[in-house]
């Protein structure tokens, strides 16, 4: 009988053991949470207290901000105004030299009408094709004149 008493005894015991050993699994995979939880939370409120600080930071420093700002603003201004106004003077050149290159003195006026011959707008169609031909070859010439 004692034998089967202990037997019994050692059952439970192993039993118990088990049973404390999966609760103390339970609790340490908890206390790891827990740990994890703790610092993604801290990590979170330090970040959260870095940006407010830095955001502090510049709200009393705006001066610090808004000067390069403005000066950064102006000279990409007053650069893209240049800009405009040397393309602006390089078309105008463009086309005084394009026109100055294809003038065509004794272009006839009756492309313009409506009744005209067949002939007279196949030669009107011919000019303007000879004058297309001359601006682009003028524009070209213009082009490699000016280093484009």
Same mark, same amino acid.
């Given at each position: 009988?004692?034998?089967?008493? @202990?037997?019994? =005894?050692?059952?439970?015991?192993?039993?118990?053991?088990? $049973?404390?050993?999966?609760?103390?699994?339970?609790?340490?995979?908890?206390?790891?949470?827990?740990?994890? $939880?703790? &610092?993604?939370? +801290?990590?979170?409120?330090?970040? $959260?207290?870095? %940006?407010?600080?830095?955001?502090?930071?510049?709200?009393?420093?705006?001066?610090?901000?808004?000067?390069?700002?403005?000066? &950064?603003?102006?000279?990409?201004?007053?650069?893209?105004?240049?800009? *405009?106004?040397?393309? +602006?003077?390089?078309? &105008?050149?463009?086309?005084?030299?394009?026109? *100055? *290159?294809?003038?065509?003195?004794?272009?006839?006026?009756?492309?313009?009408?409506?009744?005209?011959?067949?002939?007279? +707008?196949?030669?009107? %169609?011919?000019? =303007? +094709?000879?004058?297309?031909?001359?601006?682009?070859?003028?524009?070209?010439?213009?082009?490699? %004149?000016?280093? @484009?």
């Amino acid at each position: 009988m004692d034998d089967i008493e @202990r037997e019994l =005894r050692q059952v439970q015991l192993q039993r118990e053991r088990s $049973a404390l050993e999966r609760e103390l699994a339970r609790k340490s995979a908890l206390q790891w949470i827990r740990k994890v $939880a703790r &610092t993604v939370s +801290q990590l979170a409120a330090g970040a $959260a207290k870095h %940006m407010f600080l830095v955001l502090r930071f510049f709200a009393r420093q705006w001066k610090l901000l808004l000067v390069p700002a403005v000066a &950064t603003a102006s000279a990409v201004g007053a650069i893209a105004w240049n800009e *405009k106004l040397r393309l +602006q003077r390089y078309e &105008t050149e463009e086309a005084a030299f394009v026109s *100055k *290159k294809c003038e065509q003195p004794g272009a006839s006026r009756s492309c313009r009408s409506p009744g005209a011959s067949a002939q007279d +707008q196949f030669l009107c %169609m011919q000019a =303007r +094709q000879e004058e297309m031909i001359c601006r682009l070859g003028a524009s070209a010439e213009f082009g490699r %004149m000016h280093g @484009r």
